[in-house]
């Protein structure tokens, strides 16, 4: 269902591939992982875990910051960006980060890994549907028809989930 959603789209590219690929991959690690270190013999606090991963993602993301060149274009124009609304930008978004990461764990560890990934790839599509609605574009057949798989078949999980905790 999402492939067909995304299917046609014309800004394909074989980098564009890889990188999503890559994070189809990561975020599921993300999610069993967590799940595991939420749940398993650990039991971690969300928070205990954010507080473990923040560091490592820190140094991933220094790093690939200052080798794309990021960094310096930024130091470039400080004086420029000081003054304007970025550094509160910033800050914002690292606060709604931070937010999302500790609302996703509580989900991860009241619910499952797999339920979060589903629930990623519905958010993604709904999103993709609500823009192309927002925006007047037309939704070719083979896109409406992986939008309508990808929200029926997240429906026919919560229903069995349902029915199987109701049962269990």
Not at 11 to 31: D, M
Request: net charge negative; hydrophobic share 50%.
């Amino acid at each position: 269902g999402v492939a067909l959603a995304f299917y046609g789209d014309m800004s394909f590219s074989t980098i564009g591939v890889i990188y999503t690929g890559a994070c189809v991959v990561l975020a599921a690690l993300k999610a069993v992982v967590g799940g595991e270190l939420l749940t398993g013999d650990l039991k971690l606090h969300e928070m205990d875990l954010l507080s473990k991963m923040c560091p490592i993602a820190l140094i991933l993301i220094g790093t690939v910051s200052i080798m794309s060149g990021e960094v310096s274009a930024i130091m470039g124009r400080w004086e420029e960006l000081a003054i304007s609304s970025a550094p509160q930008v910033v800050l914002l978004t690292g606060v709604l980060s931070f937010s999302l990461n500790v609302s996703s764990f509580i989900a991860n560890k009241v619910t499952s890994p797999l339920t979060l990934c589903i629930s990623a790839n519905v958010k993604q599509v709904l999103v993709v549907a609500v823009s192309t609605l927002y925006f007047g574009d037309s939704v070719p057949l083979l896109n409406g028809l992986g939008i309508l798989i990808v929200i029926y078949g997240s429906y026919r999980y919560g229903a069995i989930s349902i029915n199987e905790k109701g049962s269990g």
